[in-house]
């Protein structure tokens, strides 16, 4: 089985411009999460889609916004980048049920300059 | 106070030393994931814990949950090992949110 897949891997904008993430969950997964990383604050929560409905959502501003697509594909949305958004921006997706893991993608690097 | 906290932070071994990290949480946990992250950024799962003890190789992770409490174990250290170890746990009715601690960088010399 492919492991998740996330695109573009790195990516340079400027302060103001908006970015739209890509992640593809493993097949079969239909909850997809997403992390921000930076080294100041660590590993956060975002938000969390199962089935194109966000379940979860975590302390970030509205210019941090999401979807799920129908194949479990899922894209994250910043609009008005700000220095501060610059970070690794990591998709997990999960099988259904407890017991299942989460398995992490290799996650976006974004600067904002 | 953190949710999740880890401790030592930083930790230096030389190669073939028993290591021990631990985890202490303050929520109800669903289970508690022990990851890895190299360098570059990908981070790896390399357990998920409801309860007692798991062993992959030479790493063992433990988990106590009325003390709230967990550790990972790595005999015979190796300088591959060299990598953040970041606890996060999931919470009782959290779906798939994970809540991390900050973690810990381990460096193993030869």
């Known amino acids: 089985k492919a492991g998740v897949t996330q695109t573009p891997r790195y990516l340079i904008k400027t302060r103001g411009q908006q970015v739209t993430l890509s992640c593809s969950p493993i097949?079969?997964?239909?909850?997809v999460s997403w992390y921000q990383q930076t080294p100041g604050q660590g590993l956060q929560f975002l938000f969390e889609?199962?089935?194109?409905?966000?379940?979860n959502k975590g302390n970030f501003p509205g210019r941090f916004s999401g979807r799920q697509f129908s194949n479990s594909r899922s894209e994250m949305n910043v609009s008005t980048l700000e220095l501060g958004d610059s970070a690794l921006y990591l998709c997990?997706?999960?099988?259904?049920?407890?017991?299942?893991?989460?398995?992490f993608g290799p996650g976006t690097r974004l600067t904002v300059t | 106070k953190n949710e999740v906290e880890q401790s030592p932070q930083n930790l230096t071994a030389q190669e073939g030393e028993f290591i021990t990290i631990n985890c202490s949480y303050s929520?109800?946990?669903?289970?508690l994931h022990w990851l890895q992250q190299h360098p570059g950024g990908g981070i790896v799962s390399l357990f998920m814990?409801?309860?007692g003890k798991k062993k992959h190789g030479r790493l063992i992770a433990t988990i106590n949950i009325q003390e709230k409490h967990s550790s990972l174990h790595i005999t015979a250290s190796h300088p591959r090992d060299s990598a953040v170890y970041i606890c996060?746990?999931?919470?009782?009715?959290?779906?798939?949110?994970?809540?991390f601690g900050e973690g810990t960088q381990l460096t193993v010399n030869p």
């Open positions: 997990a997706s999960r099988g259904q049920g407890a017991s299942y893991e989460q398995y």
């Open positions: 097949s079969g997964h239909r909850s």
């Open positions: 889609y199962f089935s194109e409905t966000q379940r």
């Open positions: 929520v109800g946990i669903s289970a």
């Open positions: 814990l409801s309860s």
């Open positions: 996060a746990v999931r919470g009782e009715t959290s779906g798939s949110r994970l809540t």
